[in-house]
């Protein structure tokens, strides 16, 4: 245990008297973060990332332009894009993933809902992202709570202006004699709707404001690129060893070679820290999240970050030479790079590589980490996902070990 | 210290090591003599652990290798013939690292360290890197790593290759000092002025079976006492070589270009069989007398070469 020890060590001197290939891992993925944040606009504390609902308006009455103009409103057109379909180009384009939920305003909607009938408007999410649909169906669900109110106070006046529009006209009543009616109406329920000065001092502790910005998205997946770039590096020492013939001395010596694995994959947990932090402390001022999850998420990556070290690894000990390990690892790693969550989030995904993210290293890594940043669940709910991680990266090298000692002692 | 019986290494059907024995004791300098390819590098190979042998035993400083690996391997100090060294850590660094290797620690690792970059001349460039210094040092800094844990046994794969003749004699300095101690070394080279400046007991390897071993006076006297003559010009070989049976002396090489003999007291009959060859038409350029050394051994043993 302790020449492995000696062997992180020795390994980290190693990275930092040639520190080239610490400095790309950190920098080349900031690059490509700040790039698409850019592109996509997304700013740190500005809520940039927007839930795009598709409407089909079958019913195309005043209640349900009403609930379109409600959904174009300032405050609520800053989170929730409406877009209106027809039925059928609503239904392909969410079971194809395009857009985060896709409302259906039924024919006679309008009609019951003024006569206080059972009726249902139909929502369909796009299950492969998260955040956005929550966020339609909680504005759907305060918006038909409003609804009930103003139908509660001015359902009859509510009835005349649909039976208008109808006609074009008020019919049977003059309109000083409807104007009179809501302001008395008004009146009498001011002292519910306009409550007296009394302040309440709210000593509840306040949930943490984190708004889910398309960077925030982002940010788990640069962390990983990292990560992926520091472990890439890291799994081509066996190479780089064999073909100084360090590796031979060690296998001379008297120490198992199994631990020069052990310490390896010590060495890319300490590296994956190592090119994370300068990236998270920019992340963390940039996004403005609380500085209590630094350290959490630090050791979540830490502890979770080699299981690409290990994926990485047992590609180069297949490999016949080190130029071939190094273009099948880079045949690899970008792809999962690009589907596992690192180049866009899977929230931007179309559904099946959203779903296929989830089966990758990376999206494993990923995934929990971006749910305890975006407020999703806490520390638990994400390390709850460390096992499983850590026994899959330690079963791959050391499978990777038992291939590169049958090979070395060919 | 070194007990190699029947070692044989094969790769499907390429036999690289075939049926080699030997033994080395403790403060001898046991040397591997071949060329290229002969099958040196799979024997050291197998000796420090990195090849496992097809057939065979090897028993270092009194332990099977195979049986007890970490005891045997304990007693081997290695210096490769490629440059094993971290080129991204210091030279105290590099040397720290091995003798961590070996069990070393605290005060007595340092005061080794010290002491092996006294030895191998690097002590005012202890901090530098690796990568900073010329091929030699690099060469000397290998050397210290396989040093640095004071092995019994002190395996060296042609340890000058693309060394400069200062490192080089520092290095021969280095073998001869571990020697003084006690050290087993095993050496192997294909440069014969190296076996012959250092080592007590040669084998030479060709197309991994040893052909001929012993001390050197020993192989010397495969030649009987005869002396060698070189003759380097244009040569008609047919023409040749019954002139050079007329003369009692024995063909070690027969080219148009070159021609190399044994013959009995060369001094004294030089002249005559400058003669007797030039009158067979012979163009000769340059003609070189010598005593038997191990180049014209491994002529005569297989009748090619050494640094062919």
Known sequence: ?410 | MIEVRDLQKSYGDLVAVNRVSFSAGAGTVFGLLGPNGAGKSTTISCLSGLLKPTAGTIRVGGFDLTGEAVKAKSSLGIVPQELAIYEDLSARDNLAYWGAAYGLKGDRLKQRVDHVLNRIGLMDRAGDLPKQYSGGMKRRLNFGCGLVHEPAILLLDEPTVGVDPQSRERLFDLVREEKAKGTCVLYTTHYMEEAEKLCDELAIIDHGKIIAGGTLDELRAEFGGNDIIRLTGSFEPSSVEPVIAELNAGILSLTPEVLMITISEGARVLPAVLQAISATGADIRDTRLSEPNLESLFLKLTGKELRA
């Open chain 1, 1 to 410: 245990m302790r020449f492995i020890f000696i062997t992180v060590v020795k390994e980290m001197k190693r990275r930092f008297n040639d520190p080239g290939g610490m400095i790309s891992a950190i920098m080349i993925p900031l690059a490509i973060g700040f790039l698409m944040a850019s592109v996509m606009g997304g700013g740190g504390g500005q809520p940039s990332i927007r839930a795009q609902l598709l409407v089909t308006d079958l019913d195309d009455s005043f209640v349900s332009q009403g609930i379109l103009s409600a959904l174009g409103q300032d405050q609520i057109a800053d989170m929730i894009v409406v877009e209106k379909v027809d039925h059928q180009a609503g239904q392909r384009r969410i079971n194809d993933g395009d857009g985060s939920g896709h409302l259906v305003i039924p024919e006679g909607f309008g009609k019951a809902w003024l006569e206080r009938e059972d009726v249902a408007l139909q929502l369909t999410v796009n299950p492969s992202q998260s955040i956005s649909p929550r966020l339609i169906r909680e504005m759907l669900e305060s918006l038909l709570d409003l609804g009930d109110y103003l139908h509660k106070v001015f359902g009859e006046e509510l009835k005349i202006i649909a039976n208008s529009l109808d006609s074009s006209e008020l019919v049977g009543i003059s309109t000083s004699v409807f104007s009179s009616n809501i302001t008395d109406k008004i009146s009498g329920i001011a002292d519910l709707i306009f409550p007296p000065a009394i302040t309440v001092e709210d000593i509840t502790p306040q949930p943490e404001n984190v708004s889910v910005s398309f960077a925030l998205l982002m940010f788990p997946g640069i962390l990983v690129m990292a990560a992926f770039f520091a472990a890439n590096g890291q799994s081509t020492n066996f190479w780089t060893e064999k073909e100084k013939g360090t590796l031979g001395r060690w296998v001379a010596s008297p120490n198992a070679f199994f631990s020069f694995w052990l310490a390896q994959w010590f060495t890319a947990m300490l590296l994956t820290a190592v090119v994370a932090v300068p990236i998270m402390l920019a992340g963390f001022l940039y996004l403005d999240i609380s500085y209590e999850k630094f350290f959490t998420t630090l050791g979540w990556l830490a502890l979770t970050g080699p299981v690409l070290f290990s994926v990485l690894s047992l590609i180069q000990v297949l490999a016949p030479s080190k130029k071939a390990g190094g273009m099948i690892s880079t045949l690899v790693m970008f792809p999962l790079l690009m589907v596992g969550g690192s180049f866009f989030p899977t929230e931007t995904m179309p559904k099946f590589i959203a779903t296929i993210a989830q089966y990758t290293p990376n999206g494993r890594v990923i995934e929990p980490m971006k749910g305890y940043l975006t407020g999703e669940y806490g520390a638990s709910g994400m390390f709850i996902h460390m096992w499983g991680i850590m026994v899959a990266a330690l079963v791959l090298v050391l499978l990777a070990g038992l291939i590169s000692t049958r090979k070395a002692l060919a």
